[in-house]
C-alpha cells in the first residue's frame, strides 16, 4: 500500500533552517510529483512547492522563492523540503503529498502525516 | 497567482440536510484542475473530488462536485455524523492554490 512517512517533529530557532524527510514506499517513487503543503495552527492550506523525483525539477510558490529548496534522493525514495531564515510565522504542519493525474484530472491523492515544525526563541 | 474564495466560512447544518459549498476562483479555470479536499481534526486531508466532479477512489456518491469557470460547488447531498468538517478548494494550475475553507459543523 502507498504511504509517505514524515520526518518528526522539530524545535528552531529564528534565523535557523528545517529539512523535512518524506519516505515513500508501496509505489515507484519517481513516477509521480510530490508537493509539499502546510498549515499554521488553525490555519487553511498553504501550497508551497512541488518536485518532480524522477527529474529533479522543481516549482516553488512566490512567496516561498530563496528560501526554499526541494530534494529528493531517489535510492531511498526520500523526498525532502528545506526551509531557510525561519521566522516564528513559519511553525506549521508540513505536510508532503503525491500527486496523481487521471484522465479527469490532477489530486493530491496521498499524504503524509505531517511534521510540526515550531520556530521559537 | 489565482486566488480562491470559499464560502459560507461556516455552515451550520444537522446530519440528514444537505450541504453546497461554493469555491470561486479570481479568474477562469479549467474545470481539469479544480480538486477538492475534506479534512478532519488531527488529520492530513483527503482528496474528495478531482477535476471538479470526479470522486476520488472511495469517495461515496452523496458527494458530488460541479461547475466551470469561475464557479465551482461542492455539494453532499445528506449529511452523514462523519462528514462534519473542513472542507477545501484547489486549483492545480502553474501555481496551485488553495481556498481558505469552508467548515461543516453540527447544527
Known amino acids: 500500500q502507498v504511504q509517505l512517512v514524515q520526518s518528526g517533529a522539530e524545535v528552531k530557532k529564528p534565523g535557523a533552517s528545517v529539512k523535512v524527510s518524506c519516505k515513500a514506499s508501496?509505489?515507484?517513487?519517481?513516477?509521480?510529483?510530490m508537493h509539499w503543503v502546510r498549515q499554521a495552527p488553525g490555519q487553511g492550506l498553504e501550497w508551497m512547492g512541488w518536485?518532480?523525483?524522477?527529474?529533479?525539477?522543481?516549482n516553488y510558490a512566490q512567496r516561498f522563492q530563496g528560501r526554499v529548496t526541494m530534494t529528493r534522493d531517489t535510492s531511498i525514495s526520500t523526498a525532502y523540503m528545506e526551509l531557510n531564515r525561519l521566522r516564528s510565522d513559519d511553525t506549521a504542519i508540513y505536510y508532503c503529498?503525491?500527486?496523481?493525474?487521471?484522465?479527469?484530472?490532477?489530486?493530491?491523492?496521498?499524504w503524509g502525516q505531517g511534521t510540526l515544525v515550531t520556530v521559537s526563541s | 497567482e489565482i486566488v480562491l474564495t470559499q464560502s459560507p466560512g461556516t455552515l451550520s447544518l444537522s446530519p440528514g440536510e444537505r450541504a453546497t459549498l461554493s469555491c470561486r476562483a479570481s479568474?477562469?479555470?479549467?474545470?481539469?484542475?479544480l480538486a477538492w479536499y475534506q479534512q478532519k481534526p488531527g488529520q492530513a486531508p483527503r482528496l474528495l473530488i478531482y477535476g471538479a466532479s470526479s470522486r476520488a477512489t472511495g469517495i461515496p456518491d452523496r458527494f458530488s462536485g460541479g461547475g466551470s469557470g469561475t464557479d465551482f460547488t461542492l455539494t453532499i447531498s445528506r449529511l452523514e455524523p462523519e462528514d462534519f468538517a473542513v472542507y477545501y478548494c484547489q486549483q492545480y494550475g502553474s501555481s496551485p492554490t488553495f481556498g481558505q475553507g469552508t467548515k461543516v459543523e453540527i447544527k
Open positions: 503529498a503525491r500527486v496523481i493525474v487521471l484522465l479527469a484530472g490532477p489530486g493530491l491523492d496521498y
Open positions: 508501496g509505489y515507484t517513487f519517481t513516477d509521480y510529483y
Open positions: 479568474q477562469s479555470i479549467s474545470s481539469y484542475y
Open positions: 518536485i518532480d523525483p524522477n527529474s529533479g525539477g522543481t
